[in-house]
């Protein structure tokens, strides 16, 4: 498998804090049949800020360690980048990273709103040959309200992936039932751990992996799983039309059938 959210290197964000806590994590990860991981430090979330060769440095100094202590797993850098107005300056200038050198990008909101003039956003990196992949929908409040404002972001060119967590029912059934929704319209591209800790937020991915194969089908945990291949080989993934929600049509024919005719 591999995983294309975690917060695995040490010292940079609100992951481990020490080397030796990021090897247990690696270990974990191979156990979970992980064999590649992006590492992706928060960048401008308003606590953290980690720009592109910081992250580059780390990684390699995090893979030799990994190699030394003989644990199989190939780590590459990424970043997860808080949607702020310099955005498309900032990589312009070089300080942000896409996900292992791709042209796939991992953004993230607030829990709360929806950054204004996302959708200029969207289109602006779609000039620049990016495609954001939205990283945990299913956890920004407007979304969770409004289904439909993650679907407007997809049809305008974004991508969108779940944290294992949303679909094992770590986060409440609320967001579960949510999460499950959000893959059986399609507008759902990606599932990763986002893991931060061994004890709080593990990886649970093999875990998200059977449930979606339980509730939604194994063509769905394919889907997924070939998305983030399409990641690391830097190809375009294949696009399943969203589904719209027809709230009317539905009733209309429950009255139809109350009706009996
Ligand atoms: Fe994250």
């Known amino acids: 498998m591999i995983d294309i959210h975690s917060h695995i290197l040490c010292n940079l964000d609100d992951g481990p804090r020490t080397l030796e806590q990021s090897l247990e994590l690696a270990r974990l990860a191979v156990q979970e049949g992980i064999t590649m991981i992006l590492a ?23 893979q030799e360690q990994l190699n030394q202590n003989q644990i199989h797993l190939k780590v590459c850098h990424g970043q997860e980048i808080r949607v702020y107005p310099q955005l498309i300056d900032d990589y312009d200038d070089g300080s942000l990273l896409t ?4 042209s ?7 829990t709360g709103k929806l950054p204004e003039r996302m959708d200029e956003m969207i289109y602006e990196l779609s000039l620049m040959q990016i495609t954001p992949i939205i990283a945990h929908p299913e956890r920004n409040r407007e979304i969770a309200d409004q289904p439909d404002k993650l679907l407007r972001m997809i049809e305008l060119g974004a991508l969108s992936q779940l944290t294992s967590h949303s679909i094992t029912g770590k986060f409440g059934s609320h967001t579960k039932r949510l ?16 893991v ?18 339980r509730l939604l089908g194994d063509d769905y945990v394919t889907y997924y799983q070939q998305n983030a ?12 039309t969203p589904a719209v929600k027809r709230r ?6 429950r009255v139809l059938n109350i009706l009996g005719t």
């Open 179 to 194: 999460a499950m929704e959000l893959c059986k319209r399609n507008l759902v591209h990606f599932i990763a751990s986002d």
């Open 40 to 62: 992706t430090p928060h960048h401008r979330n308003g606590r953290y800020l980690n720009e592109a060769h910081a992250i580059i440095e780390a990684v390699a100094v995090f």
């Open 99 to 102: 996900l292992h050198g791709s």
């Open 196 to 213: 931060h800790d061994a004890i709080h937020r593990p990886f649970h991915l093999q875990q998200a992996y059977d449930s979606v194969r």
């Open 104 to 110: 796939y990008m991992l953004i993230e909101f607030s």
């Open 229 to 240: 291949e399409h990641v690391i080989r830097n190809t375009p993934i294949e696009r399943w």
């Open 248 to 253: 009317s049509r539905f009733s209309l024919q």
